[in-house]
């Protein structure tokens, strides 16, 4: 009897592993609420990569980024940011939890041990008895057979989950990329600025002193000396805010880096900064899909669809099965003695007849369904706004930057020719003063256009979801490219690890209505 009652363990395992039934609906992407192709217009017309330029999707981050100094602040950075480490983390917190899901399918076998003692005394004979008992077994507690797909349901909730967080740490290290590239270069304009400022002072008050020189033998006039000491201290104010800008930009890049970024590994100005690597933006607005936050979108999707699956199946019985074998004795020393031997096993079916609430969880899945294809049509929204307000200013930045050299040209003859005027008496200061303001202001624009351009390089290349490679898995379907990565590329790139389980065949289940 006790090999009999055996059997019915291996035929619930078969049974639970031959059954295709799943109530989880099947996935069908959202289609894009967004145009296929990039905006056009005069704001895109301008800074076209050049043909041997390659898709992001194709440039490592180490690759991307040329300058040596940048590159080794970002490996710090990836190495230390604790905002990345907690996102990592986070990313075996859901694996483990998926684990935790998928032990459910199977049974769990447990062994106890009792050893019991009671005094009696019995009133039909007057006497006072001991009574023992010692108990050892090994069984099944509860296994709940999944006919209908209920635990397999919340084991691919768990998988999607563990997917997502995956993704949101890919798109923390881009991210995590871009934020250190963008504090490298805002720490290298304000260094640029400080410079300006401190040569300006220093122009300032050999201007003053010549001012005062005049003013001794009745050349000048005592307003154009105040108009000088005005511009000097103006410098000077200048320069403490610059040097708090640059003190405050390298906090900020030491707190990104996760540790005190080395001396040596500071920038002097943008002109020592090499520029990131030219990109193409030549392809179609699906390359989105491939960004880490609308694959976690679409993830989280996919996880409200296997909540639906496990809704559907509360309407359906559920079939457990609690079973043991063991041995039992009055004491311990007959406890495995022949004729010990016990088994038990009691199967369990429960059936639903009604339950508002599992009416009530059904209709909330549903919910949570259409928040998830809400969240994941914004999310693609949100990256085409991303991706062309970053070509609004690609194709822009070049006119700007040569309107502002222009500029600068004009305001350096302008001073140069007032100048010249009060040197000779033919004009007082204030023209000189006019000019030495507008020619300081049109430098300070040239450095703040740069550190423009650089940052809206980097953002670009972020936004198109460059950085960290995405599993081919994941790669939606595209046009070929007819480019190659070079052999510079494929030799930096780091292959994504896949998920230890692989995500299960989508199984259309029974539709409720």
């Known amino acids: 009897m006790i090999f009999r009652s055996l059997f019915f363990v291996p035929i619930a395992v078969c049974l639970t592993l031959l059954s295709g039934c799943s109530m989880t609906p099947e996935h069908v992407r959202p289609a894009a609420p967004i145009p296929s192709a990039w905006p056009s217009g005069e704001a895109y017309q301008s800074k076209n990569a050049g043909a041997d330029a390659p898709l992001p999707s194709d440039v490592p981050w180490q690759v ?45 076998v447990e062994t106890t041990a009792t050893m019991a003692e009671q005094r009696m005394y019995l009133n039909f004979t007057g006497q006072t008895i001991t009574a023992k008992q010692a108990n050892v077994n090994l069984g099944l507690a509860a296994w709940e057979i999944d006919v209908f797909g209920r635990i397999r349901s919340l084991k691919d909730r768990a998988l999607q989950d563990y997917l997502a967080s995956e993704q949101a740490s890919r798109s923390a290290q881009i991210l995590l990329v871009a934020e250190v590239a963008n504090a490298y270069y805002a720490l290298a304009a304000d260094q640029e600025r400080l410079k300006l400022a401190k040569e300006t002072l220093a122009t300032q008050e050999a201007a003053l002193r010549i001012i005062q020189r005049q003013l001794e033998v009745g050349l000048a006039t005592e307003l154009d000396l105040k108009q000088a000491q005005s511009r000097v201290e103006a410098a000077r104010v200048d320069i403490a805010t610059f040097t708090q800008y640059t003190a405050q930009a390298e906090n900020a890049l030491n707190l990104l880096a996760g540790a005190p970024v080395p001396a040596n590994l500071w920038p002097v100005d943008l002109a020592s900064v090499s520029p990131p690597r030219d990109i193409s933006a030549k392809l179609s607005s699906d390359v989105l899909l491939t960004r880490p936050d609308i694959l976690q979108a679409e993830h989280q999707l996919r996880g409200a669809d296997a909540n639906i699956g496990a809704a559907r199946a509360a309407f359906f019985p559920r079939i457990s099965l609690t079973s043991a074998i ?83 040209q004009t305001a350096e003859e302008t001073y140069r020719l007032a100048d010249l005027r009060f040197s000779k008496g033919v004009d007082n200061y204030l023209p000189v003063l006019d000019a030495q303001r507008s020619l300081y202001g049109a430098r300070q624009g040239l450095v703040s256009i740069r550190q423009a351009d650089l940052m809206n390089q980097v953002r670009l290349y972020a936004v198109l979801g460059g950085g960290i490679p995405t599993p081919v898995a994941e790669q939606p379907e595209r046009a070929d490219s007819s480019e190659e990565p070079s052999a510079e590329m494929e030799a930096v790139k780091t292959p994504t690890p896949e998920p230890q389980t692989p995500a299960p065949a989508e199984i259309p289940g029974t539709e409720l209505q």
């Open 326 to 408: 063991g041995t039992t004795s009055g004491s311990l020393s007959d406890l495995f003695k022949d004729g010990s031997a016990t088994w038990n096993y009691a199967p369990q079916i429960v059936m639903p007849i009604f339950d508002a609430r599992t009416w009530m969880g059904y209709r909330v899945t549903k919910v949570q369904r259409e928040i998830a294809v809400t969240q994941y049509e914004k999310a693609i929204q949100t990256a085409f706004r991303e991706v062309a307000d970053a070509l609004a200013v690609r194709g822009t930045v070049d006119d700007q930057e040569a309107a502002q050299q222009a500029l600068i």
């Open 64 to 108: 991307f980024i040329t300058d040596g100094n940048l590159r080794q602040v970002i490996e710090m950075a990836l190495a230390n940011n604790r905002d990345l480490r907690l996102a990592i983390l986070n990313v075996e917190q859901a694996r483990a939890m998926y684990g935790i899901q998928q032990a459910e399918l199977w049974p769990r």
